[in-house]
């Protein structure tokens, strides 16, 4: 019944700037910490961006250092919808983009996630 579906990807330039959404249905939303993961051809998937939720409309934000200070995760409880917002695109950020929901409401650095969408392609041109 869980559901998570990936959408916003695309092929765009160097620089340029993408926003990343997915719907979520079938839990409470604000129950479970939700996560952006990214994966390209060679590579092992690999965390980008995380939530935590502390209340229903309040949560705190865990990010990768190679993304740190580019990309923006966020959360709207209201719309069951978890945001990445990414900016100054590289090329080495082209990837599929996975969401993930956690077991808790709290996001646990190398802890496995339960449920995964099917992914949406971002391609960065150099």
């Known amino acids: 019944q869980v559901q998570l579906v990936e959408s916003g990807g695309g092929l765009v330039q160097a620089g340029a700037s993408l926003r990343l959404s997915c719907a979520a249905s079938g839990f409470t939303f604000s129950a479970y910490a939700m996560g952006w993961f990214r994966q390209n051809p060679g590579k092992q998937r690999e965390f980008v961006a995380a939530i935590s939720w502390i209340g229903a409309n309040t949560y705190y934000a865990d990010y990768a250092d190679s993304v740190k200070g580019r990309f923006t995760i966020s959360g709207d409880n209201a719309k069951n919808t978890v945001y990445l917002q990414m900016n100054s695109l590289k090329p080495e950020d082209t990837a599929v983009y996975y969401c993930?929901?956690?077991?808790?409401?709290?996001?646990?650095?190398?802890?496995?996630?339960?449920?995964w969408g099917k992914g949406t392609l971002v391609t960065v041109s150099s």
């Open positions: 993930a929901r956690s077991g808790s409401r709290r996001y646990t650095p190398g802890g496995g996630m339960e449920y």
